[in-house]
């Protein structure tokens, strides 16, 4: 990055999300609604203990269909983006292609508190039929899309263990004896191929994808 600009670390939505939709024309409407949006978000997200480094807008795209005794919302979330190879800990791409559906219901003054915990992929909101914004929805969707493993390649050879060289860029003539201990937490991933640990919110219908 020019001149050292320190990038943004995102630890929550960026206040500039927004994905509104009316809810009354959703209701009048005899077929679904299609939506789309472009979300901004030159920045990092933290989250398994390591950065996702982003470049370019979230795509979203949305359908949304139901009555006025509630909303069905199918989202597809893709995006790009880096994070370092769990092995060689160089930074590799990671593409997001993730679908989810969230239900929303109006709050009203017979659903107690206790029915807005039994699903956590039910959202209630003041009223479905004026605006609403499910850019909460789609960052959880995002943040919850972000593998906790990534690899550079499946046949990444990680880092030597004893002196820390990259293995991928060649032999490092190490004997195997006096295991540098920078290096032991890295020693036990060699095997682990990057997977996609499903997280909170939203009933997922798709992968990340490395």
Same mark, same amino acid.
């Given at each position: 990055?020019?001149?050292?600009?320190? =990038? *943004? !670390?995102?630890?929550?939505?960026? $206040?500039?999300? *927004?994905?509104?939709?009316?809810?009354?024309?959703?209701?009048?409407?005899?077929?679904?609604?299609?939506?789309?949006?472009?979300?901004?978000?030159?920045?990092?997200?933290? &989250?398994?203990? $390591?950065? &996702?480094?982003?470049?370019?807008?979230?795509?979203?795209?949305?359908?949304?269909?139901?009555? =006025?005794?509630?909303?069905?919302?199918?989202?597809?979330?893709?995006?790009?983006?880096?994070?370092?190879?769990? @092995?060689?800990?160089?930074?590799?791409?990671?593409? #997001?292609? @993730?679908?989810?559906? &969230?239900? &929303?219901?109006?709050?009203?003054?017979?659903?107690?508190?206790?029915?807005?915990?039994?699903?956590?992929? !039910? #959202?209630?909101?003041?009223? #479905?039929?004026?605006?609403?914004? #499910?850019?909460?929805?789609?960052?959880?969707?995002?943040?919850?899309?972000?593998?906790?493993?990534?690899?550079?390649?499946?046949?990444?050879?990680?880092?030597?263990?004893?002196?820390?060289?990259? =293995?991928?860029?060649?032999?490092?003539?190490?004997? /195997?004896? /006096?295991?540098?201990? =920078?290096?032991?937490? !890295?020693?036990?991933?060699? $095997?682990?191929?990057?997977?996609?640990?499903?997280?909170? /919110?939203?009933?997922?219908?798709?992968?990340?994808?490395?």
């Amino acid at each position: 990055m020019a001149g050292g600009e320190k =990038r *943004r !670390l995102f630890l929550e939505k960026p $206040q500039q999300w *927004r994905c509104p939709f009316d809810g009354a024309k959703v209701i009048e409407s005899d077929a679904s609604v299609d939506l789309f949006w472009m979300l901004p978000i030159n920045g990092d997200i933290e &989250y398994w203990g $390591q950065v &996702y480094s982003f470049m370019e807008e979230v795509t979203v795209k949305a359908n949304v269909f139901g009555d =006025r005794s509630g909303l069905t919302v199918d989202l597809n979330i893709s995006a790009s983006a880096t994070a370092p190879c769990a @092995r060689c800990l160089s930074m590799a791409p990671l593409e #997001i292609f @993730r679908d989810f559906r &969230y239900f &929303y219901k109006s709050l009203s003054i017979t659903e107690s508190g206790d029915d807005k915990d039994k699903d956590e992929d !039910l #959202i209630f909101v003041q009223s #479905i039929d004026e605006e609403v914004d #499910i850019s909460d929805q789609v960052w959880e969707s995002l943040v919850v899309s972000l593998p906790e493993k990534v690899l550079c390649s499946a046949e990444c050879c990680g880092i030597c263990q004893f002196c820390g060289h990259d =293995r991928n860029k060649g032999d490092c003539g190490c004997s /195997g004896e /006096g295991v540098d201990p =920078r290096f032991e937490v !890295l020693a036990g991933q060699e $095997q682990i191929v990057g997977e996609n640990v499903p997280g909170k /919110g939203g009933n997922q219908r798709g992968s990340s994808k490395k």
